[in-house]
């Protein structure tokens, strides 16, 4: 009973992810990518509160493949000169650490993780702020 209850509300997120993939432009692609992390984040923690092993690995495992196949493919090597290359170092720092958390069930380092992905996030949405032009 509780899945049939539960899957509309599934089935409304997902319409809701995808329509605002579909109409985004490649600025607010990166913003989500950065929100899906968090959330990710968010939900390792209460898992790990609620000693729900497998669903944590699960919600890790999802923050890793948004930040190393989302966040870090989208940067742009040949373009992004030393900046990119910062990134993608600091990308692959969030992953490794995230595979500790995983093992150690260590919520201090999901929160370092979340802060960093934090930061970025502020520097991003920065930066569709003063590119925004005004009327």
Same mark, same amino acid.
């Given at each position: 009973? $509780?899945? %049939?209850?539960?899957?509309? =509300?599934?089935?409304? &997120?997902?319409?809701?992810? !995808?329509?605002?993939? !579909?109409?985004?432009?490649?600025?607010?692609?990166?913003?989500?990518? /950065?929100? @899906?992390? &968090?959330? +990710?984040?968010?939900?390792?923690?209460?898992? =790990?509160?609620?000693? *729900?092993?497998?669903?944590?690995?699960? +919600?890790?495992?999802?923050? =890793?493949? =948004?930040?190393?196949? @989302?966040?870090?493919?989208? #940067?742009?090597?040949?373009?992004? @000169? !030393? #900046? +990119? /290359?910062?990134? &993608?170092?600091? $990308?692959? $720092?969030?992953?490794?650490?995230?595979?500790?958390?995983?093992?150690?069930?260590?919520? *201090?380092?999901?929160? *370092?993780?979340?802060?960093?992905?934090?930061?970025?996030?502020?520097?991003?949405?920065?930066?569709?702020? %003063?590119? %925004?032009?005004?009327?």
């Amino acid at each position: 009973m $509780y899945a %049939t209850m539960n899957s509309p =509300i599934s089935v409304y &997120q997902r319409i809701g992810v !995808e329509t605002g993939v !579909e109409s985004a432009n490649p600025h607010k692609l990166i913003l989500m990518l /950065f929100e @899906g992390a &968090q959330e +990710a984040l968010a939900k390792a923690k209460m898992h =790990i509160r609620h000693s *729900e092993i497998a669903r944590k690995g699960e +919600a890790l495992s999802k923050a =890793i493949m =948004i930040i190393d196949h @989302g966040l870090k493919a989208s #940067l742009d090597m040949n373009v992004g @000169g !030393e #900046l +990119a /290359f910062h990134l &993608q170092a600091l $990308y692959d $720092y969030m992953t490794s650490r995230l595979l500790i958390a995983n093992l150690k069930n260590d919520i *201090e380092i999901i929160d *370092e993780v979340n802060g960093l992905l934090n930061e970025l996030y502020g520097a991003w949405k920065a930066i569709e702020n %003063t590119s %925004t032009p005004t009327t």
